[in-house]
């Protein structure tokens, strides 16, 4: 691999006198420097651990994108992006540019995207070596025809010690997530969160990718012997990561994907799952993945044998694991699938209404999509709990530079032209909301899961859902058919009604902010 692409680029950073400059280095090499300056610890079973201090997730309130006149009509603003002056960018550059004076820095050439005709060359610029370490293992590696591609390349310079002045910067904090489309630049700084890196890729390719055709995705995909290609859309915890990883299908990629003329791609070249309470018995091919070379974030060890607590959320619910995508063993090597035949929203109801899987429309799904609904545990420490519904559009607002509605719209037109089957699968709860019901037994989702991609769903006799609309199948092979109904699990039926209606009402709330939407996909969402 050559330094030149990466030489000049530090030199146009204005980064001149800098101390050591690492270049790709191979990970045993990373895990030696970071362990010798102490960033982090082995684990028994070969995993680098770190710690990541207050910040054990996103920032979305510091992410800031540089606006000039033309970006500015583009960009969805919001709590979610927030704009930033050139000026004031140009500013933050100095101070750091002086911080880094002298200092150790890790440079890796990677690459995002699978399909060769939207792969974007990255450069990944950091001053931890486990930061180099953990985007070594999550993007794709860099090859010669990255270096002379035309898509031309993005930089990330993740510089977590480097704090903002909130009063000089502008910024709410001494943390900021910083994109610049026009220098094609992410800098991220005062936090040590290392998936800030991988969701700032996602960001970008969110704003470059519509333009070329690319519906870009917060989905998994996985594909079985026939070439079908099946998606799960889905925030954190309604089990994206564990229901593709599939020992009968093959995994393209757990978390970000485009939808392009030749089919399904990963953006990724690796996996980035949750471990709060992993099992062996229920995610064995995460924990068979977890290994050397493989980055623990927040994970606790027992201080005497180094062994993981996965039950243990003392530092953060949000604990994570890193690796290569090969540390599975049936994946896509080349990242890629053909055309989808079936879309699968997963949310966590953990008012123990929505069906535990549902036929959807196109105009269902579109109103799905654009809800991104799942729900967050309140103050489960306190014993006495209400569920929070969050909405997230696209299932996945965050990461969304343009409005929701140009990405529902190439959802839409992809549907319509490769005729694929849509699907809303609940995760959460049954016979009642969190608190009395229990969760969805994963066994049975996996079965509900396999019904929709082989198409058994299509054969079931249907009801129709009298509060949400959905069509809810009367039988499922491998699943008791009073589980199917969610109103039937409730020994409170009564209460069932109150909370559904309840729920109903948050999802038109919620929907108010869409005014551009076409009133059939308005009319396809609860009555």
């Given amino acids: 691999m050559t330094m030149m692409m990466s030489r000049k680029a530090l030199e146009d950073y204005g980064l001149t006198n800098l101390g050591s400059i690492n270049w790709n280095l191979d990970p045993a090499v990373l895990i030696e420097q970071a362990l010798s300056r102490k960033e982090g610890v082995l684990a028994s079973n070969g995993a680098f651990r770190a710690t990541t201090g207050s910040h054990t997730g996103r920032s979305p309130k510091d992410k800031f994108i540089v606006s000039n006149e033309e970006i500015a009509s583009k960009i969805w603003w919001g709590e979610n992006n927030h704009p930033m002056s050139p000026e004031t960018f140009a500013l933050i550059r100095q101070s750091l540019s002086d911080y880094l004076q002298g200092r150790d820095v890790y440079v890796l050439d990677a690459a995002a995207g699978a399909d060769p005709n939207y792969r974007m060359p990255i450069q990944v610029i950091t001053e931890l070596a486990w930061h180099n370490l953990f985007a070594r293992q999550l993007f794709l590696r860099a090859n010669e025809s990255d270096q002379t591609s035309e898509n031309p390349g993005f930089t990330i310079l993740c510089v977590p010690h480097f704090r903002m002045n909130p009063r000089a910067h502008g910024t709410r904090s001494e943390t900021a997530i910083i994109i610049d489309f026009e220098e094609r630049l992410v800098l991220i700084a005062g936090t040590e969160y290392a998936g800030e890196m991988k969701k700032s890729i996602f960001t970008v390719l969110n704003f470059i990718l519509p333009a070329q055709g690319v519906l870009p995705m917060h989905c998994s995909a996985n594909i079985g012997e026939d070439g079908d290609v099946a998606l799960f859309f889905g925030l954190s915890g309604t089990g994206k990561t564990s229901l593709s990883a599939d020992p009968e299908r093959r995994l ?184 009395i019901g229990s969760r969805i037994n994963i066994n049975y989702t996996r079965q509900m899961v396999k019904a929709a991609i082989n198409g058994d769903i299509e054969q079931a006799e249907i009801m129709t859902d009298p509060i949400f609309g959905l069509q809810i199948p009367t039988t499922c092979p491998g699943v008791p058919a009073e589980v199917l109904q969610p109103r039937n699990t409730w020994i409170d039926q009564d209460g069932y009604d109150q909370q559904a209606t309840y729920l109903a009402e948050l999802f038109k709330k919620n929907f108010e902010q869409f005014t551009l939407v076409s009133e059939d996909i308005r009319a396809a969402g609860p009555r």
């Fill in 252 to 435: 393209i990629g757990d978390d970000e994907h485009g939808w392009g003329d030749n089919g399904v791609f990963n953006f990724e070249g690796g996996c980035y799952a949750k471990c709060i309470n992993l099992s062996e018995k229920y995610e064995p091919q995460i924990w068979n993945a977890i290994r050397f070379g493989s980055v623990y974030e927040n994970v606790v060890l027992d201080e005497k044998n180094r062994n993981p607590k996965y039950e243990d959320s003392s530092l953060t619910e949000n604990t994570r694991v890193a690796y290569p995508i090969d540390f599975i063993d049936n994946v896509v090597e080349s990242g890629m699938g053909g055309q989808p035949q079936a879309v699968i929203f997963l949310t966590a109801d953990s008012f123990g209404v929505l069906p535990p899987i549902s036929k959807l429309t196109t105009k269902q799904a579109m109103y799905y999509f654009l809800s991104g609904y799942t729900s967050k545990l309140a103050g489960t420490e306190r014993g006495v709990t209400s569920p929070q519904a969050t909405f997230s559009s696209c299932f996945g607002a965050a990461f969304l530079p343009l409005r929701p509605g140009e990405y529902a719209n190439l959802l839409r037109e992809r549907i319509e032209k490769h005729n694929v089957r849509c699907y809303l699968i609940n995760t959460g709860w049954t016979g009642g909301a969190y608190g």
